[in-house]
């Protein structure tokens, strides 16, 4: 049986025992929250149980690296629209310890890449066109300074409103514990 097979037949059973009943809530978040952090598989149930976060507490958006690009990327479109469509009023940024986008080793990328069977060919093609696929895939040297930078960069954003927190945590993936290493009620990098 193949993986999708797999989720449709658990899909089948899920419905059929009313498993969804204890999951019914609303869309905007009851704790007013709205979560940047990174698609790591350790985080996917240990984040919300180490933050007592429910199904409809918090919005969360995921990347690799937790990272924000571009200020008018997609993360950030995410956050506005959970900030005033949704009434969120705190954003977490939450990275993590032994990330895999810390210090990513952007040829051993693009190798598999190619392994694959993406032409080189591709790659100068959009080079030319002034994408520069190696700033694209690259991580970040300091999980904690990529944090920091993210939290600056979304307090200093013209579409975000002064009077939303924003806070840098990060987390051991192991153990769940966080670490606040910006503190939005302050204003303080600590
Ligand atoms: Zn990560």
């Not at 997609?74 to 032994?98: N, P, Q, T």
């Not at 991580?139 to 924003?166: A, M, Q, R, W």
Request: hydrophobic fraction near 40%; proline fraction near 3%.
């Amino acid at each position: 049986m193949n993986k999708l097979q797999e989720i449709l037949n658990h899909n089948q059973s899920f419905l059929e025992n009313k498993g969804y009943d204890v999951y019914k809530t609303s869309k905007d978040p009851n704790k007013k929250l709205v979560i940047l952090t990174c698609m790591d598989t350790r985080l996917t149930e240990l984040l919300p149980k180490a933050l007592n976060l429910k199904n409809g507490d918090a919005k969360f958006i995921k990347n690799a690296g937790a990272i924000i690009m571009d200020p008018f990327g997609s993360a950030v479109r995410s956050i506005v629209v959970a900030i005033y469509e949704f009434k969120a009023d705190e954003v977490l940024v939450i990275g993590h310890h032994g990330c895999g986008m810390s210090n990513l080793d952007v040829d051993k990328t693009l190798e598999q890449a190619m392994a694959r069977g993406i032409s080189p060919d591709v790659i100068n093609t959009l080079c030319n066109a002034g994408i520069n696929i190696r700033k694209w895939l690259q991580g970040f040297n300091s999980v904690e300074e990529s944090i920091k930078e993210t939290v600056e960069l979304l307090k200093n954003h013209p579409f975000i409103s002064k009077d939303v927190s924003i806070h840098g945590l990060i987390m051991d993936p192991e153990t769940g514990k966080i670490d606040v290493l910006v503190n939005g009620y302050e204003d303080t990098t600590l």
